[in-house]
């Protein structure tokens, strides 16, 4: 029933620019703070972002401050993670999620991929 589905990947080159895009379904949108998680083969899981309720308190993990922007549109059931001045090391799949007292809930995943 809970669906989170990212998209907006892609391979791009160093200094250029994403923007993800999550689309939930299946819960009360409006009522979670969501989160922008990243993971790169061999490492962890890495905080990038999160966002409150109602879009005015926000986040952001120390190697993406400053180039990274996440926001939501609760009227669209959408999270977005603007990416500008992507770097090799912002390489990883990007997670769209949120958190409740029982399990975390994760969409499948989208491919982003830097280099020259």
């Known amino acids: 029933q809970v669906q989170l589905v990212e998209s907006g990947g892609g391979s791009v080159q160093p200094g250029e620019s994403l923007r993800l895009s999550c689309a939930a379904s299946?819960?009360?949108?409006?009522?979670?703070?969501m989160y922008w998680y990243r993971q790169a083969p061999g490492k962890e899981r890495e905080l990038v972002a999160d966002i409150g309720s109602t879009g005015r308190i926000t986040d952001y993990g120390d190697s993406v401050k400053g180039r990274f922007t996440i926001s939501r549109d609760n009227d669209k059931n959408m999270v977005y993670l603007q990416m500008n001045s992507l770097k090799p090391e912002d390489t990883a799949v990007y997670y769209c999620n949120f958190f409740t007292g029982i399990r975390a809930y994760w969409g499948q995943g989208t491919q982003v991929t830097v280099s020259s």
């Open positions: 299946g819960f009360a949108f409006r009522a979670h703070s």
